[in-house]
C-alpha cells in the first residue's frame, strides 16, 4: 500500500450481526403475516418485508465487498464507495467533522464535509457515513483535515 493511500474496509463481524438480524425480522414478520386477519395489517407487514428485502440485499452486497475499501484517502482526493462512489478533491473541503445520529436507538456516525471552490461560494455538505468501517473516525478525520489543509496551501500544478 502506498503511503499517499489509505484504505478503510469493513468490518465482517458487524455486517454478518446486521444481515442475522435482519434474517431474524424478516422470519418474524413473515410469521405475522401467516397469523393476521386484516388486510391493513397484512398490507404494513407486506411493506415491512419488503423494507426487509432491500436491506437484506444491501448487507449481503456490503458482506461480499468487504475486501474492497470502503473509504480511500489519497493525497489530492477522498473516494467513498457506499450505495454510490463518491469522489471529493480534498482543496474543496473546507472543514470535516464527526457527527453521531440515533435511528431506532442505534448510534450511526458519519463524517460531514463542507465543501466550498472558492470564499464567495456557498457551502454544500456531504456526509460520509461510518456504518461497518473499520477504522477509528478521529484518526480519518484528522487524515482529512490534514491532508484537505495541505492541499488548501499548495494548490495544484497544471
Do not use: Y
Not at 42 to 64: I, K
Not at 87 to 108: K, N, P, W, Y
Amino acid at each position: 500500500m502506498d503511503a499517499a493511500r489509505h484504505d478503510f474496509f469493513r468490518q465482517a463481524r458487524t455486517l454478518k450481526h446486521q444481515l442475522g438480524a435482519l434474517l431474524a425480522i424478516g422470519l418474524l414478520v413473515s410469521w405475522l403475516m401467516s397469523r393476521v386477519t386484516s388486510r391493513w395489517l397484512e398490507l404494513l407487514c407486506m411493506a415491512l418485508l419488503l423494507a426487509c428485502s432491500l436491506a437484506l440485499f444491501v448487507v449481503s452486497a456490503r458482506l461480499f465487498t468487504r475486501h474492497h475499501p470502503a473509504l480511500s484517502l489519497f493525497n489530492d482526493r477522498l473516494w467513498f464507495r457506499g450505495l454510490r462512489e463518491q469522489v471529493v478533491m480534498l482543496r474543496h473541503v473546507s472543514d470535516a467533522q464527526l457527527v453521531e445520529s440515533r435511528i431506532a436507538g442505534f448510534t450511526r456516525r458519519s463524517i460531514a464535509l463542507r465543501l466550498a471552490d472558492g470564499p464567495t461560494d456557498e457551502p454544500e455538505q456531504l456526509l460520509i457515513p461510518l456504518d461497518a468501517v473499520e477504522a477509528d473516525p478521529i484518526e480519518v478525520l484528522e487524515l482529512i483535515r490534514e491532508r484537505a489543509a495541505l492541499q488548501r496551501e499548495h494548490p495544484p500544478v497544471h
